[in-house]
C-alpha cells in the first residue's frame, strides 16, 4: 500500500467519565411508550447497547394512523398565528435543550460533540423558518381572461403525512419534515431509523410540551421496515410520504404510495461531483473540500464522492487535503479533540475497505489513512486516495465514509460530461474564481444543488433536492411548505350591476 502510516494522532481518544455520567442520565430521560416488543439501540463508538426502543408490528402502526388522522382536524382549523406560535415555542425548546439533543445525537449516531451541536443549530433553524412561514399562506386571486368570473386560489393541508427519516443526521431530517407538514396544517406519523431514534423521540416530546397536541405526532420504531411500509402506506388515511434514504428503497417505497395516489417527496441517493478548476483559490478549495468530504465524517448523502481536480492544481490540491486529512483525530465523538468519530455500524466499516483495497488493487495511490481501527467501536481513518481510475467500484459508488476519492482532468467538457455520467443528480461543488466558470459549470451540472467555493451548501431557507434517481420534490423554503399543501381554486360568478 503507497502513502504515509497511520500517526499516533490517530490514537483513539475517549469521552471523561463525567461526561459518560452525564450522557447516561439524558437517554434515561427520553420518554417513549411502553410496548412488549423492544429494540436495541446500539453506540457505534462502543458498539454496547445504549437502551431499547419499541418495536412496533403493523397493526400498531395502523392504529397510530388512526390515533394522528383522529387529531388532524383539530389542527387543520388553528389560524396560521396559533400554529406559527407553538411552532415558535418548540423552536426555543429545541434550543434551550440544545446540549441534551447534541448528546443524545453524539452517543447514537456517534459524530463528534461539535458537529452534534452544530446539526442542532441547524435543524432547529427548519422550525423557526417554518414559524415563520405559517403566517404568510400563499393564494391568488385572477380574472377569468373571457370576464364574468373571479378565480381565487387557496391552500389547504394535505392531510396525513408519513415522514421515513435516516440515521445520520437524527434532528435535522426531522425536523425538515415535521416542521412544515405542522405548519401547513397536517398531522404526521414519524418512523425514524432504529439505528437512531432517541434524539426524535426526546424532540416531539419537546413538540408536545410546546402545545401540538399530543396525539398529531406519532413515534412509530420498528425493526420491520418493509412490513411497515406495506401497512401504512395502503392505509386510505394516508394522504403523504416523505423519505430520506435510498434510492432502492425510495422506489419500493413510490410503488407502495402509487396504489393510493400519495403524494410523495423522495431525498434519495447521491454521486456528488466536487470539481477544482486550475484556477481555484487552493486555500478555500482544501477546506471546501474537506467540509463536503468529511462533514458526518462522510455520511451524508451530499458529500463530495467523485472529487475531480485539474491537472495544474492537482498535486498541490492533493498535499493541502491529505495534511488535513492525516491530522483528524479518530475517536468517541464525546471525547476532547475528536474531528473524526465512528462509522455507524460494522456493515459500513467493511464497505470502506472493500472499497479501498479495489481501488488500491487497480491502480489508485493511497496517500494517508486505508486502513480500518481496530477497536470495539466502528472506526476507519481518514483517506486520501489518488489517481484513482474510472474503473474502481469507489469510483462509481456513493462511498458514505470518510474516503477521499481524487480523480484526474484536463477540461472543462471534460470534467462536466464526466461529472453528469451517473444515474444520480443531488448536489455538486466547484471551486473556481472566475465567476463566468461557476456559473456556467454549476448551470451545465445536472443536480438540484450546487455549492460555489464552499463546501456546506444546506440551509433551511434553500429548497433541499434532487434531479434523476435523486428524488423528487423539495425540503426546506417556501417550496418545502407547497409539498404539505393542496392547491385550490374558486371559480366566483360575477354579474353587472347597475
Known sequence: MNGAAAPTRLQLAEPTAETLATVATVVQNVTMPRNDRQVEVCNPATGRVITTVPDYDPAQAVQAVATAAAAGPDWAARTPRQRADILRR????????????????????????????????????????????????????????????????????????????????????????????????????????????????????????????????QVVTTSDAAAFSTAVLSDSRVRKVSFTGSTGVGKVLLGHAAQNVLRSSMELGGDAPLIVFDDADLERAVNGAYAAKMRNGGQSCIAANRIFVQDGIA?????????????????????????????????????????????????????????????????????????????????????????????????????????????????????????????????????????????????????FGGMKQSGLGREGSAEGLDEYQEIRFYNVARRETH
Open 315 to 463: 498535486d498541490a490540491f492533493v498535499e493541502g487535503l491529505t495534511e488535513k486529512m492525516a491530522a483528524a483525530v479518530v475517536g468517541d465523538g464525546l471525547a476532547d479533540g475528536v474531528t473524526l468519530g465512528p462509522l455507524i455500524d460494522d456493515r459500513a466499516v467493511s464497505s470502506m475497505q472493500r472499497l479501498v483495497d479495489d481501488a488500491v488493487a487497480k491502480g489508485a495511490a493511497v496517500r494517508t489513512g486505508g486502513r480500518a481501527i481496530e477497536a470495539s467501536g466502528h472506526f476507519f481513518e481518514a483517506t486520501v486516495l489518488d489517481r484513482l481510475p474510472s474503473t474502481a467500484e469507489i469510483a462509481n459508488t456513493e462511498i458514505f465514509g470518510p474516503v477521499a476519492a481524487i480523480q484526474r482532468f484536463s477540461t472543462q467538457a471534460e470534467v462536466i460530461a464526466r461529472a453528469n455520467a451517473t444515474e444520480y443528480g443531488l448536489a455538486g461543488y466547484v471551486f473556481t474564481e472566475n465567476l463566468d466558470r461557476a456559473l456556467n459549470v454549476a448551470d451545465a451540472l445536472q443536480t438540484g444543488l450546487v455549492g460555489i467555493n464552499q463546501g456546506v451548501p444546506s440551509n433551511a431557507a434553500a429548497p
Open 90 to 217: 418548540w423552536y426555543d425548546l429545541i434550543i434551550e435543550h440544545a446540549e441534551t439533543i447534541a448528546l443524545l445525537i453524539t452517543r447514537e449516531m456517534g459524530k463528534p460533540l461539535p458537529e452534534a451541536r452544530a446539526e442542532v443549530v441547524y435543524g432547529s433553524d427548519f422550525v423557526r423558518w417554518y414559524a415563520e412561514e405559517t403566517v404568510r399562506p400563499a393564494g391568488n386571486v385572477r380574472e377569468v381572461p373571457a370576464g364574468g368570473a373571479t378565480l381565487l386560489t387557496r391552500r389547504a393541508p394535505v392531510g396525513l403525512s408519513v415522514l421515513i427519516t435516516p440515521w445520520n443526521f437524527p434532528l435535522a431530517m426531522a425536523t425538515r419534515k415535521i416542521a412544515p407538514a405542522l405548519a401547513a396544517g397536517c398531522p404526521a406519523l414519524i418512523k425514524p431509523a432504529t439505528l437512531t431514534p432517541l434524539t426524535t423521540y426526546y424532540v416531539v416530546g419537546l413538540a408536545r410540551r410546546a402545545g401540538v397536541p399530543d396525539d398529531l405526532i
